[in-house]
């Protein structure tokens, strides 16, 4: 798999973790362009890279569908069975800018669950393929109390001494507003083998860990999947648990993404040497069927906030990120703290330092993201 690795990403990715691969963009190119390129991509893995042969595969359609099926790839790709949908979406995993929660107090420390993120697991895509509505139409339709859908993926990892499939599910309401694509294109291209190829998940405005690479069998049920990553992973803690108390039932099952920002350069403990003002870029994004509408970054630790102007900031999508730029003043020498903050359709905003979000299972730093920079006017 690692030959892999060589052959699909680019050479300069920052390998987060080497086995699983879970690797990341260097930050200067992340927001070069509004679409990342596929060899850019992040990688979030928790076992192996599966290699299926594109002309054997099937998908299983079951559990409580009207009528069973099983789908070769060229009848999921038949446009006169199952219409195409393309997205501009995002990908988010919900451990990106961990590395900050693990300098304030490190947590859980399953490291190799817990891949130590810097600002660049996300990344935005054109997707291609089939709202999975279509697909469990094609099938009849749902029986019963089916108020969850499972998907599983063909990779295998091992977590507390068993082996599993990777396998999560979601709810119904997120299938049924054509917000679930069966994907088999990345950016106009074959879906690489490193993302799930032939055919994965992509839930828009879901943590990443939703959207299911390697997928092979799909499974309408009552209840959220029984299975570990579903139950045991992925979830959210009040600060009031920690070593002491951390129990799967206190966590909360993170499924929107929040809104969130980075700054991307200038890069953290940089020199800048400028003549009143320093240029600052990074992304906005916000799941959960929101998008950003403000960027607002601060030169001064966040006392006095700046407004990114509307034409600085990149085409807006219904689930994608937003890059932006700013020329923001400063006179101020010496060591500073710039500061960004998003706001989305919702008039929801970030929360304000690393510590009032810290979680014991390190997910989801969400808070305005700080750099320090010296500054010499
Ligand atoms: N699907 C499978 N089968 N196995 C995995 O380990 N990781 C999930 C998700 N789907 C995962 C998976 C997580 S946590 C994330 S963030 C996204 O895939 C990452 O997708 P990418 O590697 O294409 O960027
Ligand atoms: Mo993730």
Same mark, same amino acid.
């Given at each position: 798999s690692w030959e892999t690795v060589l052959k699909e990403?680019?050479?300069?990715?920052?390998?987060?973790?080497q086995f699983p691969y879970n690797g990341e963009a260097p +930050? &200067?190119?992340?927001?070069?362009?509004e679409l990342t390129n596929n060899k850019d991509h992040f990688v979030r893995n928790h076992g192996g890279i599966p290699d299926i042969d594109p002309d054997k595969w099937t998908l299983d359609i079951g559990g409580l569908v009207k009528t069973p099926q099983k789908l070769t790839l060229a009848q999921l790709q038949d446009g006169s069975i199952f219409p195409r949908q393309s997205n501009i979406a995002t990908l988010q995993c +919900? &451990?990106?800018?961990r590395i900050e929660q693990i300098h304030e107090y490190p947590g859980d420390g399953d490291e190799l669950i817990n891949a130590p993120w810097g600002e660049g697991a996300i990344a935005t895509a054109r997707w291609t393929g089939v709202s999975l509505k279509k697909v469990i139409k094609y099938c009849g339709g749902l029986v019963g109390n089916a108020d969850n859908i499972e998907f599983y993926g063909a990779d295998t990892y091992f977590k507390k001494g068993s082996v599993h499939n990777y396998t999560v599910s979601v709810p119904w309401r997120k299938v049924k507003a054509h917000e679930v694509l069966l994907a088999w294109e990345m950016n106009g291209e074959p879906l690489p083998k490193i993302h799930g190829s032939p055919v994965r998940v992509v839930v828009y405005?879901?943590?990443?860990?939703?959207?299911?690479?390697?997928?092979?069998k799909i499974k309408a049920i009552?209840?959220?999947?029984?299975a570990p990553v579903q139950r045991k992973e992925y979830l959210y803690y009040t600060?009031?648990?920690?070593?002491?108390n951390a129990q799967y039932s206190n966590g909360f099952s993170i499924q929107d993404m929040p809104v969130s920002s980075a700054i991307?350069?200038?890069?953290?403990m940089g020199q800048i040497i400028h003549d009143g003002k320093i240029r600052l870029s990074g992304w906005a994004y916000s799941g959960g069927g929101h998008w950003p509408v403000r960027v607002e970054v601060s030169g001064?630790?966040?006392s006095i906030w700046y407004e990114v102007p509307?034409?600085?900031?990149?085409t807006k999508y219904f689930y994608a990120w937003r890059t932006w730029w700013i020329d923001l003043p400063v006179d101020a020498e010496g060591w500073l703290e710039m500061c960004v903050r998003c706001w989305d359709n919702a008039m929801n905003t970030q929360p304000t330092f690393v510590r009032s979000a810290w979680n014991w299972d390190l997910?989801?730093?969400?808070?305005a993201h700080r750099v320090k920079i010296y500054s010499i006017n």
């Open positions: 990403k680019s050479e300069d990715m920052i390998h987060v973790l +930050s &200067g190119r992340l927001i070069k362009t +919900s &451990g990106t800018r405005g879901y943590i990443g860990a939703r959207s299911v690479k390697w997928l092979y009552h209840h959220p999947s029984a600060p009031q648990i920690g070593k002491q991307i350069t200038p890069q953290n001064d630790g966040g509307a034409e600085n900031m990149s997910h989801v730093t969400s808070s």
